[in-house]
């Protein structure tokens, strides 16, 4: 695993973040850190539904399906990594800074 936010694979990207659940920030992108992103969360962290607003709001946020972004650690954690097919490193950090300025 690699120490930094985002990195290639062969099939897209990954994506390293820490979530906040119940967070009553509007914002999604809280903190861009050395080693993740801070995500501000509406749900709580009950039963998946973090997760999957975590999933569908990143999805938005990246123009892609949810099918196209997997999670592959941290299923009951507040730190995760997502896969992001389709997508490289560069396009994604891209996008969380020009979202995170705002």
Do not use: Y
């Not at 985002?6 to 119940?22: A, E, N």
């Not at 962290?45 to 569908?56: D, F, H, I, Q, W």
């Amino acid at each position: 695993m690699k120490d930094s936010i985002t990195w290639d694979s062969d099939q897209g990207c990954f994506l390293r973040v820490v979530v906040k659940p119940k967070s009553r920030e509007e914002n999604l992108v809280a903190e861009i850190e050395q080693k993740w992103i801070v995500i501000n969360l509406k749900s709580a962290a009950r039963e998946g539904k973090a997760n999957t607003e975590l999933v569908k709001r990143l999805s938005k946020l990246l123009g892609r399906s949810s099918s196209e972004i997997l999670l592959v650690r941290g299923h009951r954690s507040r730190e995760k990594i997502l896969q992001i097919f389709g997508m490289s490193a560069g396009e994604v950090l891209s996008i969380v800074k020009s979202v995170h300025k705002q």
